[in-house]
C-alpha cells in the first residue's frame, strides 16, 4: 500500500529540521514515493527547489506553507497566542495565491512570527487545503486546556465557511501514545469529534529529518537556534521517532495505539487522495516582473523627457 507523506519540515525551516529538499526527495525516491509535500514555515523560498528535484524524480511536489494563525488580525497583540496554520496549494493560481498570502503575513507579524487571519484566507480563496490539528494548532491547544467541544468546533466552522468544509482536515499523528498521555488525550478527541461531524482525517508522524540517525543532528540544531547547551536539562529534547516513516512504519505505530486496521487504512488513503488533487505546474526559466501603474505625476515627467532620454 502507498503512502504519501504531506506535512515536513526542510532545513529552511530554520533550525527546526535537518536535510534539504533535495535529499528528502532523494529518500523518497529510494522508498519508491510518487508524491511529497513540504510545509516550511512562514516563507515559499524552499518550494522552488522541492518543484525541480520532485520533477526530476518522477514525484509529485505538494508545496504548503505553515503561517501564524488569529482570528482577527486587526486587534491581536500577543505572542503566545498566535497559532499555525497549513496551507496547501492545489493547483498553480492556488500557488501563486499562496505567496501573496505569505506577503500579507510577513507584514503583519509580531516577535518575527509572520500571522494571517481568516479574512486573509478569504481574500485569498481558491482551490486551498488547510489542516489544523497538531502541535502548534489552535486546536491542539483547546483540547490539551479541556475546552468545550462547542469552543473546539466554533474555530473549525469558521475556517470551514471560508474554503468549504471538504477542505479543512483534521491529523492523527502517528507517534508511541503510551510515551505520551498528552498525545493520547488530543489523538483521540480529533477522531472523535472527526466521527461526530464528518470531518476528513490523515495521518503522519511529524517527520523533521530523513534517516533515524539524524536525531542526535536535530537536537544539536534545536539547541543552537534556543541558545542552550545540548546538556543543559531545560533544552527541548523531543523523545518521538521523526524521520522519514515507511508506510509499515506508520500503520505499525497506529496499530499499536489500538487503533483499528480499517481506521488506520481510511486515514493513509486519505493522504494518498489529497495528494491526487494536487496539480502544480511552474514554468521554469523565464522573466516575471510585477505590473506596475506609475502615478499620473510620473506620467507627465516622464513624457516631457523622454524625447531627450532617447536622444542621449
Known sequence: MEFTHL????????????????????????????????????????AIQLYEAAKEADIKPIIWCE??????????????????????????????????????????????????????????????????????????KMINRSETDDKILEIVWMIQEKIWKENVYFEIIAQN???????????????SLAKDNWISVMTWNVYDYINKWDKAAREMALAI?????????????????????????????????WYNESEVNEWINMNNKIAEQIDIKINMWQWLFPKYQPYDEIKEIYENIKDSLISD
Open 7 to 46: 506535512h515536513w519540515h526542510s532545513t529552511f525551516s530554520f533550525l527546526e529540521a535537518i536535510w534539504t529538499p533535495k535529499k528528502l526527495v532523494a529518500k523518497a525516491k529510494e522508498l519508491w514515493f510518487t508524491a511529497l509535500g513540504i510545509t516550511d514555515y512562514f516563507a515559499m523560498y524552499w
Open 67 to 140: 503561517l501564524g494563525f488569529v482570528l482577527d488580525i486587526n486587534w491581536f497583540n500577543k505572542i503566545d497566542e498566535i497559532w499555525n496554520i497549513c496551507l496547501l496549494a492545489k493547483d498553480t493560481e492556488w500557488y501563486q495565491n499562496l505567496m501573496k498570502i505569505v506577503s500579507v503575513a510577513n507584514q503583519a507579524w509580531i516577535a518575527g512570527k509572520p500571522k494571517i487571519d481568516i479574512n486573509t484566507i478569504w481574500d485569498y480563496s481558491g482551490w486551498i487545503i488547510a489542516f489544523m490539528w497538531w502541535e502548534e494548532s489552535r486546536i491542539w
Open 177 to 191: 501514545e503510551a510515551e505520551n498521555q498528552t498525545l493520547k488525550k488530543i489523538n483521540q478527541k480529533v477522531w
Open 225 to 257: 537556534k534556543d541558545n542552550k547547551r545540548i546538556f543543559d536539562p531545560d533544552r527541548r529534547d523531543p523523545k518521538w521517532e521523526f524521520h522519514l516513516m515507511t508506510w509499515d512504519e506508520i500503520k505499525e505505530i497506529l496499530l499499536w495505539n
